[in-house]
């Protein structure tokens, strides 16, 4: 089964007849500055990447203001080792505040610009700002309510698929379509960060979209490009990285968010690759009819007289590709020419006895 309903956002379409939809990620990266954050968008526009995300919630919205136990991270693997979910969210999040004027610089921009919401409050607040699209992150894929909120507002839906169960997905994507969505979009993601290129799993992809019928996509974590490219070889439509101006600037999501070149080199490659897809075909394409010339055929290698015996010495598989194929070396030898023929004349059957 195939989705052959193409999904637009903000009239860019988004299917295998399009190249990949590229996201940008901002998350937390613009480190708590609004000059940071719009630079991030000029950044991100100057890629060619096809949008901006952001998150929108609060350390209040997202969890509790409790210091020890399951609320401390203590991980010692954690990117975010010794802060509390709340200190960590409070620093993370982008003030509602600043939605506005980003979402007017993307669209100066010509960059599309939408959100994750990660309660229902902050559904209402980004629908009052007429966002074209919503994503649920893979830490809300069970958030049933939310996505059945979400769902209501008749907008495109992304939908992560990280650490979700197949009854997990199964759950969160029949209360989208209950709930209105009639445009969806599963992206294939690893929640571990950064991830690895061994736990990425893109066969994945096509099994998602055979099974629910969707659009799909891949959510990237892993260092690099590659992954990425890879994904799209697979099926992927839609590709989310998260993104910085400078690693080295730090920020809650830098160690594994792309930097501008890097971005870049992600939008062109991916088209690439979707553009090497094609579909199957043996033989030349009209592109390669020219290069039939360059193949090897069979030559006349010395003076020959009428009569002569054709024999290793003189019969020999040479470029260019202008007489009788290879395949016909071995029933050629031993047989007479019955012509004059010199040195670098095409073998044609006319030649034969």
């Not at 007017?104 to 229902?120: H, M, N, T, V, Y």
Request: negative net charge; contains cysteine; hydrophobic residues 40%.
């Amino acid at each position: 089964m195939t989705n052959d309903k193409m999904i637009h956002i903000a009239g860019r379409f988004i299917g295998p007849d399009a190249p990949p939809f590229v996201i940008a990620e901002m998350s937390g990266n613009h480190n708590q500055s609004l000059d940071r954050a719009l630079e991030i968008v000029d950044a991100a526009a100057a890629t060619g990447a096809h949008a901006i995300k952001l998150q929108t919630y609060t350390a209040d919205t997202i969890t509790l203001d409790v210091r020890e136990g399951e609320f401390f991270i203590d991980d010692e693997k954690s990117l975010w080792k010794g802060n509390s979910l709340h200190d960590l969210y409070k620093k993370a999040h982008t003030p509602w505040e600043w939605h506005t004027p980003i979402m007017q610089r993307a669209k100066e921009l010509g960059l599309i610009c939408f959100s994750s919401p990660f309660d229902e409050t902050a559904v209402d607040f980004l629908e009052s700002l007429d966002v074209p699209a919503y994503k649920i992150a893979s830490f809300e894929n069970n958030h049933l309510p939310l996505i059945r909120k979400v769902a209501a507002t008749g907008k495109p839906m992304i939908i992560s698929t990280g650490m979700a169960t197949l009854t997990e997905l199964d759950e969160a994507v029949t209360a989208a379509r209950q709930a209105g969505c009639e445009n969806l979009i599963l992206l294939k993601c690893t929640s571990t960060y950064p991830a690895s290129p061994e736990n990425t799993n893109l066969l994945t992809i096509p099994h998602l979209r055979q099974l629910f019928n969707c659009e799909v996509g891949l959510s990237d974590h892993t260092m690099g490009v590659g992954v990425s490219v890879a994904a799209v070889v697979h099926g992927a439509t839609v590709i989310e990285k998260h993104f910085t101006l400078n690693r080295a600037d730090g920020g809650v999501d830098s160690a594994f968010s792309l930097e501008p070149a890097e971005m870049k080199s992600l939008v062109i490659e991916t088209e690439r690759a979707w553009q090497a897809l094609g579909q199957v075909t043996y033989g030349p394409t009209e592109a390669e009819k020219k290069s039939l010339v360059f193949r090897r055929s069979l030559y006349i290698a010395e003076d020959m007289k009428a009569g002569d015996i054709f024999t290793p010495e003189n019969l020999r598989i040479v470029r260019p590709g202008h007489g009788l194929a290879p395949r016909y070396y071995e029933q050629i030898l031993g047989k007479k020419i019955i012509v004059d023929a010199d040195k670098g004349v095409p073998v044609a059957w006319q030649m034969l006895g």
